[in-house]
């Protein structure tokens, strides 16, 4: 059932009646450093209805809680923690970004994407975060992994066992909805790969924790640098000494975090600790010195560093759908595709691709973002009148760019100029295609122990809820 405050403007259940029992186990920032801190009048956390998009059974009063307490008040208690004496509460700091926060910090502070990057990193250092990497190689994954996941599925295809189409499962407010509302069948039709914030974490706390063999836990006591825990040395780190926070462009990325389940490799640690929205970060930001020594993106290989922002094939999100669709047309059809082509059919947020052999039209893809295209593509699903083979859906009207943790206006709408100005940035940033990566390749090999082997399907995807809900849950007016 409907939370009762689901049509007010601002969902009250997460508000009052969760942060009213906030564990006393999350203190300010003030109260842990014993003095008043120049971060302590940030906003906490809290999920409005315009901001949570998956809704029909609202937030569950534990999630409220454990939502309140992914703010920037957590994020600066690991940081105070780390400057105390007692080195068995200190945590390694992992900050990782999403591409499509990027273009926000860019058009914000009027740098470039390369600049914004730097900055970004360096601000973040001197707060004392100790690595600071981009989530595009965790995309890389992701969209691999749905490349060979769609193929299989369209040569599976048949009238007794209907494999397609085949459902993106990237954006955490769209999957939330499938699992919550929609139910069985639909969440058949999710692609079974993780999302790339999922994948990260798997990367953090896993690859990269257990390549730090032989390498020194950094510790700072007393305000001052120190010196380095030995504890970890022989064995890497383990992953509850790392404390993971994904800098993302929307709320819904918050409740992913909840759900991610544990792999026995992570011995019962989330792959994500904390989500901050981009505009989180640039309150903190605004609040802190921007006069910063600039720093390069840190990778998950020993020294080096990232040179250059890169991006995925897609107009505002990581791109599936062009990659997959290139993949497949060469795969099932051996068709070389250069230039993905959009056509927009009853609206510019629900957008068609199609490729023709022989007068025929033999892959037909699309991209459905904002829930009433969601919400008509499920109609349309369940009366068997959905002729495409694979959408790319996203709950955001306008993807991924027009999260609602950043480019809002102080009233809370979109910020129109700005997410215009973030659109032209993000188009020039130069695009990656997954399979050119070498070290995707070396991953698969030395951490998965190869690209089919049960270790990269543990790994990289996932199973889904789902509740059998009756037809008035598609009556929801969005």
């Excluded at 969902?11 to 906030?22: A, S």
């Excluded at 203190?27 to 008043?36: L, W």
């Excluded at 950094?218 to 790392?242: H, N, Q, Y």
């Excluded at 049960?454 to 995807?461: F, N, S």
């Amino acid at each position: 059932m409907k939370c009762e405050h689901c049509t007010r403007k601002e969902c009250k259940k997460t508000k009052t009646d969760d942060r009213e029992n906030l564990s006393a186990d999350a203190p300010s920032p003030a109260r842990e450093s014993g003095e008043k801190g120049e971060f302590h009048k940030l906003a906490d956390a809290r999920i409005f209805l315009s901001d949570c998009l998956a809704c029909d059974s609202c937030v569950t009063a534990e999630e409220g809680v454990q939502l309140s307490q992914q703010n920037a008040k957590d994020f600066f208690r690991v940081l105070n923690l780390n400057k105390k004496c007692d080195t068995s509460k200190h945590k390694v700091l992992v900050v990782s970004v999403c591409p499509q926060s990027l273009p926000y910090f860019a058009a914000k502070f009027n740098l470039s994407v390369t600049e914004a990057s730097r900055r970004l990193c360096g601000f973040l250092k001197s707060l004392g975060v100790h690595y600071v990497f981009d989530t595009t190689i965790a995309a890389d994954f992701s969209i691999l992994e749905s490349q060979k996941e769609f193929v299989r599925r369209y040569r599976q295809h048949s009238e007794e066992e209907r494999t397609l189409p085949m459902l993106t499962s990237a954006c955490p407010g769209w999957v939330r909805y499938a699992e919550r509302v929609l139910g069985r069948p639909i969440t058949a039709h999710l692609c079974t790969a993780k999302s790339p914030q999922q994948v990260m974490g798997s990367l953090v706390k896993d690859y990269f924790a257990r390549q730090q063999v032989n390498s020194a836990v950094p510790v700072m006591l007393c305000s001052t640098w120190f010196g380095w825990c030995s504890a970890e040395l022989k064995r890497g780190w383990e992953p509850d000494k790392i404390f993971h926070v994904i800098v993302a462009p929307c709320y819904d990325k918050k409740l992913e975090a909840l759900q991610e389940g544990s792999l026995p490799a992570l011995h019962g640690s989330r792959g994500t600790d904390c989500v901050l929205t981009s505009g989180e970060i640039a309150q903190i930001m605004e609040q802190g010195d921007l006069s910063v020594k600039d720093a390069a993106i840190d990778t998950l290989f020993g020294d080096l560093k990232e040179d250059k922002v890169t991006r995925h094939d897609g107009a505002s999100s990581d791109g599936h759908l062009a990659h997959i669709f290139r993949h497949a047309a060469k795969e099932l059809f051996n068709e070389d595709v250069e230039e993905v082509t959009y056509r927009a059919l009853r609206n510019k947020d629900f957008q068609e691709v199609t490729l023709e052999k022989n007068g025929e039209v033999v892959l037909r893809f699309a991209a459905a973002c904002g829930f009433r295209n969601i919400q008509n593509m499920i109609l349309k699903l369940k009366k068997g009148k959905f002729p495409y083979h694979f959408v790319e859906v996203l709950a955001c009207a306008g993807g991924c760019l027009n999260g609602r943790g950043q480019a809002q206006t102080p009233e809370g709408h979109a910020d129109k100029a700005l997410l215009r100005q973030m659109e032209g940035i993000y188009a020039d940033i130069p695009v990656r295609r997954p399979e050119s990566s070498a070290h995707v390749q070396e991953l698969y090999q030395e951490w998965l122990e190869g690209i089919n082997s049960p270790k990269a399907r543990e790994v990289l995807h996932t199973t889904y809820q789902s509740q059998e809900r009756g037809a008035h849950s598609l009556d929801i007016k969005w």
